[in-house]
Each structure stands twice: as C-alpha cells, then as structure tokens.
C-alpha cells in the first residue's frame, strides 16, 4: 500500500505515508470515497509499520497476523501520531488530531498601521520641523473598555465549542479539529454587545497628533511613529503611524545628498581679476573669494553650508558653480576698452590637443 521494500527505514515509511495523505486526504478531494478509502488503508498501513510490535507480526505473519488492527478504528493506535504535525501541519494548518492541546485563539489583535503623507517646504526638511497631522483611526471604545460587552456584561463562553475554539468533525475514521465559526476561536462570544461601540470593542475618533520631523530628512523620507495607529480590538496593543514626507523644490538649490549645489553668475572682470562676492545660504549671506583667472564652469565648495545628517553630527558642503556673463550691449567706451584688451590678451581659437588621461575619463565617464 505505501510502496516501500521490506527493510525501510522509519523515515522512508513516514515519507512514503505523507506523500499517500497529501493525496488522497478528504480536505483535497471532497465527495470522492475512492480517495477516502485510499487514504484510510494508507492510514492503517502506517499505523501498523510505525508500530515495532505490530510491524514485527506483518513481517512473519503478513496482514493476517495485524488482522485486528487493520480492520477497524478501535485497532488504531493514535499514539503514533504524536509528530502528527510533523507530517501535515504546513499543509493543513492544523496539528491537533485524535485529540490533543487546545487551540484556543486570543480575541484581543494588534490595530492597523496607519499612513500619512505630509508636505514639507525645503528648509523645514533641512532644518526640520513640527507637524500637525490629522488621523482617523479606530480607539479602544471608554465605554467597555474594549471588551466589546455591555458594562457588568463579559463575554460567555462559546456553546458552540464548550470554550476550546475548536469543533471536532468526523471524516471517515479520521477525527478533525478545525476553528470554532460561531465565536472565531476565541472560546466566548458577546451576548450583551456594549450600545456605544456595537460589541466591536472599538470606536472610530478623528485625532490631532503631532510629530516631529528631524532635520536632515529628504523627499521620500517614511518616518514611524509607534503606538499610534489604529487601536488593538478587545484590548490588543495599537498599530503603528507611518508618515510619508513630500519635499517641494527650492528655486536656487539642489539637494544631493547632504549637500548643495547652486549656480552664481559673475562678471568678466570679476573673473579675471578676483572678487570677494556675497553668496546666499539657507542660514544667512557668506562671503566667497573669488580667485583671479576663474574660470567660467568652475566649482567652489563652502564647507559645513549643507544639510544636516540625518540622525548624526555635521552637515554637508555647498557646492558653488561661477558662470561667467558675458555683456550684451556695451556703450562706445566699453568696446573700446575691450578691444584694447584684446589686442594685449589675443588667444588662438585653435582646438585644444586631448590628452591620454581626459580620453579616459571619456570613456569611462
């Protein structure tokens, strides 16, 4: 019956016997006595070699000598489906067979997580913040006290089940334990609901909450406030509130990671001989040295001027780009001047020669 040589090992005969039950097991073929009946003989073999007593008699005697054992339910040792679970509970969720422990379920359950989306300016995400956030969230009703009963009324126990949280169906031989439906597993049920929250233990209130938001936080920034989202119903603990932060753009600086980057635009001059120039931050005016023959494209770094890390001590740079501007209209004196100038400082508008080392970075990027 379980397609197994004579001298397997107990595993073999376990293995052999699970695969058979998975099949012909009644909860995987409903109204199909043919697997019913498969699935009972594979039952009884297993009984019978998973005993050494009786696997000892089938050896010398063949099925005549376990006769008493094979043929009916009262022969069935359930001992031997003490690692019952073992066999079929990933399968079917339940290890509680031929009796066994209660599986009795707590009616308190944790509450719901919560998310609130919150827009932020760019300061208040670099600098940081209080919010105030709006939630509508189930709360334990004041009236029960989240038992769900009327006050001076308690839940009474289950008629369904006796208060285990479980009933008992009889399929063939097989004795099954499946969760109560009458009182969900719990073991009672409400017969007094409480008027204010209907029995359900929970009432749905509009809160005002107020959060903070650290500096340093970026677009995108999911930040968990523990123990306030929805209530646990019948007195479980209360969910968690996950506030999703939006950052709006800044019109002069970008974000790149703890640090800033922003555009300056200076004069011919300015570049040429040198300058001291003001340069806006998020905290204030800070002076930048220009240094003479800047260059139009080139990055200079004021250190500290960035966001705060997040978390953490220090904060990032901000990365000044100069572009130089060149004039579009200019009086007679000016181009006179000019021309003066380009006369002295003529530059050869010849391509530059690339060198091995710019050719690589090309390439590589």
């Given at each position: 019956?379980?397609?197994?040589?004579?001298?397997?090992?107990?595993?073999?005969?376990?293995?052999?016997?699970?695969?058979?039950?998975?099949?012909?097991?009644?909860?995987?073929?409903?109204?199909?006595?043919?697997?019913?009946?498969?699935?009972?003989?594979?039952?009884?073999?297993?009984?019978?070699?998973?005993?050494?007593?009786?696997r000892?008699?089938?050896?010398?005697?063949?099925?005549?000598g376990?006769?008493?054992?094979?043929?009916?339910?009262?022969?069935?040792?359930?001992?031997?489906?003490?690692?019952?679970?073992?066999?079929?509970?990933d399968?079917?969720?339940?290890?509680?067979?031929?009796?066994?422990?209660?599986?009795?379920?707590?009616?308190?359950q944790?509450?719901?997580?919560?998310?609130?989306?919150?827009?932020?300016?760019?300061?208040?995400?670099?600098?940081?913040?209080?919010?105030?956030?709006?939630?509508?969230?189930?709360?334990?009703?004041?009236?029960?006290?989240?038992?769900?009963?009327?006050?001076?009324?308690?839940?009474?126990?289950?008629?369904?089940?006796?208060?285990?949280?479980?009933?008992?169906?009889?399929?063939?031989?097989?004795?099954?334990?499946?969760?109560?439906?009458?009182?969900?597993g719990?073991?009672?049920?409400?017969?007094?609901?409480?008027?204010?929250?209907?029995?359900?233990?929970?009432?749905?209130?509009?809160?005002?909450?107020?959060?903070?938001?650290?500096?340093?936080?970026?677009?995108?920034?999911?930040?968990?406030?523990?123990?306030?989202?929805?209530?646990?119903?019948?007195?479980?603990?209360?969910?968690?509130?996950y506030?999703?932060?939006?950052?709006?753009?800044?019109?002069?600086?970008?974000?790149?990671?703890?640090?800033?980057?922003?555009?300056?635009?200076?004069?011919?001059?300015?570049?040429?001989?040198?300058?001291?120039?003001?340069?806006?931050?998020?905290?204030?005016?800070?002076?930048?040295?220009?240094?003479?023959?800047?260059?139009?494209?080139?990055?200079?770094?004021?250190?500290?001027?960035?966001?705060?890390?997040?978390?953490?001590h220090?904060?990032?740079?901000?990365?000044?780009?100069?572009?130089?501007?060149?004039?579009?209209k200019?009086?007679?004196?000016?181009?006179?001047?000019?021309?003066?100038?380009?006369?002295?400082?003529?530059?050869?508008?010849?391509?530059?020669?690339?060198?091995l080392?710019?050719?690589?970075?090309?390439?590589?990027?």
């Amino acid at each position: 019956m379980l397609g197994v040589a004579r001298g397997s090992s107990e595993q073999e005969i376990k293995s052999a016997y699970r695969k058979l039950a998975l099949q012909f097991h009644p909860d995987r073929n409903p109204n199909n006595p043919d697997a019913e009946e498969k699935f009972k003989e594979a039952s009884e073999a297993y009984a019978i070699l998973a005993d050494a007593e009786k696997r000892a008699l089938y050896d010398r005697f063949g099925h005549a000598g376990v006769s008493s054992a094979a043929g009916a339910a009262a022969g069935f040792d359930a001992a031997i489906f003490q690692d019952f679970s073992d066999i079929f509970g990933d399968f079917f969720g339940f290890g509680d067979l031929f009796g066994g422990g209660s599986r009795r379920r707590s009616r308190a359950q944790r509450g719901a997580d919560l998310r609130e989306d919150i827009q932020l300016e760019f300061e208040e995400a670099v600098f940081g913040t209080e919010k105030n956030v709006t939630v509508r969230r189930h709360e334990t009703c004041e009236e029960c006290r989240g038992s769900g009963a009327a006050p001076g009324k308690a839940p009474v126990t289950c008629r369904s089940c006796s208060g285990r949280g479980q009933v008992r169906y009889q399929q063939g031989f097989f004795s099954i334990a499946r969760t109560c439906p009458t009182c969900q597993g719990t073991g009672s049920v409400i017969t007094d609901p409480c008027a204010k929250c209907k029995g359900e233990g929970r009432v749905l209130r509009q809160r005002t909450v107020d959060t903070k938001i650290p500096a340093g936080v970026e677009d995108g920034t999911r930040i968990r406030f523990s123990g306030l989202g929805e209530g646990g119903a019948f007195g479980g603990p209360a969910g968690d509130l996950y506030v999703v932060l939006h950052v709006k753009e800044h019109p002069f600086f970008e974000r790149e990671g703890n640090d800033l980057h922003c555009v300056i635009p200076i004069s011919f001059t300015q570049a040429a001989l040198g300058d001291e120039i003001q340069v806006p931050t998020l905290e204030g005016e800070h002076k930048l040295k220009i240094p003479e023959g800047t260059q139009s494209g080139t990055t200079l770094r004021i250190r500290g001027k960035g966001v705060p890390v997040l978390n953490g001590h220090g904060k990032g740079d901000l990365f000044v780009s100069v572009r130089v501007q060149t004039p579009g209209k200019l009086n007679k004196r000016q181009r006179e001047l000019l021309q003066e100038l380009e006369a002295m400082t003529r530059v050869e508008n010849k391509p530059e020669r690339r060198n091995l080392m710019s050719k690589v970075k090309d390439i590589f990027g």
